[in-house]
């Protein structure tokens, strides 16, 4: 059974950093694409980036293109989203998804159903 954690996340002011790691247990995570998601309160849950299995696709949301991004680490089975120049706009909780199709050649931040497994969220908060 695969099992996502993320952390990383916290309190920082505007224009700030923070990385996000999500980390897995039960499979490798280079065999599946992984996407990060974030709601914010009152507020559908929007996708931010996604990596490809083996690392071949990357997507991001228009709105953290050239702030935000996402890696791997294979040796620790995990995945980061970097945050650089962070706004209030970006407050909410994050959370990273696999989608278990072992085939997908891409990954998308629109179809949020083709993730089969989701971490528990963590909460990213941008305020002065």
């Known amino acids: 059974q695969l099992q996502l954690v993320e952390a990383g996340g916290g309190l920082v002011q505007p224009g700030g950093s923070l990385r996000l790691s999500c980390e897995a247990s039960?499979?490798?995570?280079?065999?599946?694409?992984i996407g990060w998601f974030r709601q914010a309160p009152g507020k559908e849950r929007e996708g931010v980036s996604c990596?490809?299995?083996?690392?071949?696709?990357?997507k991001y949301a228009d709105s953290v293109k050239g702030r935000f991004t996402i890696s791997r680490d294979s040796a620790d089975n995990t995945v980061y989203l970097q945050m650089h120049s962070l706004k209030p706009e970006d407050t909410g909780t994050y959370y990273c998804?696999?989608?278990?199709?072992?085939?997908?050649?891409?990954?998308?931040?629109?179809?949020?159903?083709?993730?089969?497994?989701w971490g528990q969220g963590i909460q990213v908060t941008v305020s002065s």
């Open positions: 990596n490809s299995l083996n690392g071949g696709v990357t």
């Open positions: 998804a696999a989608d278990w199709d072992l085939l997908s050649k891409t990954c998308t931040l629109i179809n949020k159903g083709r993730y089969d497994y």
């Open positions: 039960g499979f490798t995570l280079d065999a599946l694409a």
